[in-house]
């Protein structure tokens, strides 16, 4: 990966030092997280950094949610030319069916997500096993602001600074055993703060997986925040899964657990339609959806409501960066 100065569009300023901890500067949040004792060392931090956070502009809208500081990093696959989306769209039109079907549900609904304390177990055929709380996770490795498109399998697609780091970090520590072959990611599943969860639009919890090499690539991020800021709750909160070549329902939300498997996972959305889902969901403008094409989109924010007006790239833009990752496989059989 390539660093260089934000893209294009990229409204708010960054830092430029590699900055590992969170500065907290969101009032409310504090107080809440005070309340909760959740806070920990990111505290301190707030106390030192308050001022400095606040004169220097950081994060597109400061006060609103805490800011999360990160090195810029340019992702080469072609985002720096592409607008970064309205942080209004990308945080008011989103798919998290734990809150609702529609597109404007999660922002309305997801208030209730119970973020603190909150612990990611990792377990299955790993040397370690361990559960890391969310305090762990967010010292684990420097964060990172990556500008990576997220296309989403019913063809819209949106341009977001996302702040988080490789997966591959948080593998490292757990140390794989040889015969782990996929990882199967769980999001949570609290039937008292999710109103969907108990519907039966799908199985919950909501399944992801990815083959482990898949897992390891750089450019798969575990995502704290977007924006210069934490993750806003509709968007996954406090941390999710972020894999930009794969259609946007492989980024796991709000995640709980994560799985090292020998056998193939089953995910979410291949259980309740196969044949119009499976286990890759790679970008592929040459394989349509059974009841769409997937040669086009719409950017959200840009192309107005209906039009699609852009062409689908191969793995969403990122050919060059995972090309390799499939060499040899049909991509029509394995979808
Ligand atoms: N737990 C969970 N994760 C999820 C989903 C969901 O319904 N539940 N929706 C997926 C889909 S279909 C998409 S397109 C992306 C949307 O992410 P965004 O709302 O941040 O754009 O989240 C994915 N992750
Ligand atoms: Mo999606």
Redesign the pocket.
């Known amino acids: 990966m390539l660093i260089k100065s934000p893209a294009d569009g990229f409204e708010h300023p960054v830092p430029s030092e590699i900055t590992p901890q969170v500065i907290y500067h969101g009032r409310r949040r504090m107080l809440q997280q005070l309340a909760t004792g959740v806070a920990g060392v990111g505290m301190a931090s707030w106390a030192a950094r308050d001022g400095l956070a606040q004169g220097a502009g950081w994060g597109a809208r400061p006060g609103k949610l805490t800011a999360l500081a990160a090195k810029a990093t340019a992702v080469e696959g072609g985002t720096t030319s592409d607008k970064v989306t309205p942080y209004k769209d990308?945080s008011s039109y989103?798919?998290?069916?734990?809150f609702g079907t529609d597109k404007a549900d999660?922002a309305v609904n997801a208030h209730t997500l119970p973020i603190s304390p909150w612990a990611v177990e990792v377990e299955g055929l790993v040397k370690k096993p361990a559960k890391f709380s969310l305090e762990d996770l967010l010292k684990l490795s420097p964060m990172e602001e990556r500008i990576y498109r997220?296309r989403?399998?019913e063809g819209w697609s949106?341009v977001i600074p996302w702040v988080g780091y490789s997966l591959a970090e948080l593998i490292k520590k757990v140390e794989p055993l040889g015969s782990a072959k996929y990882v199967e990611f769980v999001?949570l599943a609290d039937p008292k703060t999710m109103p969907y969860v108990g519907s039966r639009v799908l199985d919950w919890p909501?399944l992801e997986g990815l083959r482990l090499d898949e897992a390891r690539h750089p450019l798969t991020l575990l995502g704290f925040g977007m924006y210069g800021e934490v993750m806003p709750n509709?968007?996954?909160a406090p941390v999710?899964l972020v894999v930009p070549w794969k259609?946007?329902?492989k980024?796991?939300?709000?995640i709980v657990k994560i799985r090292f498997t020998e056998k193939l996972p089953a995910t979410a959305w291949s259980k309740a339609a196969a044949n119009e889902y499976g286990f890759y969901s790679n970008v592929n403008p040459q394989v349509d959806h059974p009841r769409w094409s997937q040669a086009t989109e719409r950017r959200i924010g840009e192309d107005g409501l209906f039009a699609k007006k852009r062409k689908t790239l191969m793995f969403n833009g990122y050919e060059a960066q995972v090309g390799q990752l499939y060499a040899g496989m049909d991509l029509k059989k394995f979808y």
């Not at 989103?94 to 734990?98: G, P």
């Not at 980024?251 to 709000?254: A, D, E, L, T």
């Open positions: 990308a989103n798919n998290f069916y734990e999660p997220l989403c399998v949106m999001s909501y509709q968007n996954g999710r259609y946007g329902f980024s796991g939300k709000s």
